[in-house]
């Protein structure tokens, strides 16, 4: 299995408080990624990674910020949490293959997150 | 913009073989992938095409045609628990990432 490792698996917090999710992988993949996944509405990006500090916008990245600054680490902040946000979310890595296409993604076991 | 389709339910009965479809319209496509996810779990990897044509993985295949925008996961002798929501990821190559389908639940019924 991926050496993929999300922190927490659930947490419950209160709207308008500031929240982190933690990726860490040990892999040492290129690319790292942030989804939530909602029913009826599958998996949807909200932010990549595609290096250290190199970070870019998924298709739902609106109240959604990241960081890299280790290889390892890919880190989701809800600046302030809102009930919308409440989720599952999954980190998954993938690496680069010597053709310059995407190898599949692996993902971590997902973060249950309700925002009360 | 990019845009996948599948269909939503599946039903088919134990020992059986079953055909998921995926059509897809993208720009710069980059191979389209093929994930298991069980309910409460996270998805697992499970085939993927970059060229046209069949890949066969023991009782799973998929199938690919770029011109039609169009693939297919191919799973024989059906077994239960091969009962879980199958997604279908479109990569492209604008921003290195992949863009899911809805995924179809499949119902596999003794």
């Not at chain 1, 990245?61 to 290889?71: A, H």
């Not at chain 2, 191979?31 to 060229?51: D, I, K, R």
Request: with cysteine.
């Amino acid at each position: 299995d991926a050496g993929i490792t999300q922190s927490p698996r659930h947490k419950v917090t209160e709207t308008g408080t500031p929240v982190t999710l933690r990726c860490h992988q040990t892999e040492n993949h290129r690319y790292m990624y942030w989804y939530r996944q909602d029913p009826g509405h599958g998996l949807r990006l909200i932010h990549y990674s595609y290096g250290v500090k190199d970070t870019d916008k998924g298709e739902v990245s609106d109240g959604y910020s990241v960081s890299r600054s280790k290889t390892e680490d890919f880190l989701l902040t809800l600046e302030s949490a809102t009930s919308s946000q409440t989720s599952v979310y999954f980190c998954a890595i993938s690496g680069e293959s010597v053709e310059g296409s995407n190898q599949p993604q692996h993902f971590g076991d997902g973060t249950r997150l309700s925002i009360l | 913009g990019q845009n996948i389709d599948q269909p939503t339910e599946m039903t088919a009965t134990e020992g059986a073989i079953v055909q998921i479809n995926c059509t897809y319209q993208t720009s710069g496509f980059n191979g389209l992938f093929w994930y298991q996810q069980h309910a409460g779990e996270a998805p697992t990897f499970l085939s993927y095409n970059v060229l046209d044509g069949l890949e066969e993985k023991g009782r799973f295949s998929s199938f690919l045609s770029r011109s039609k925008g169009y693939s297919y996961l191919l799973l024989k002798e059906l077994q239960m628990k091969d009962s879980a929501s199958y997604l279908c990821a479109v990569n492209h190559n604008y921003g290195q990432n992949f863009v899911f389908g809805p995924g179809t639940r499949l119902s596999v019924l003794p």
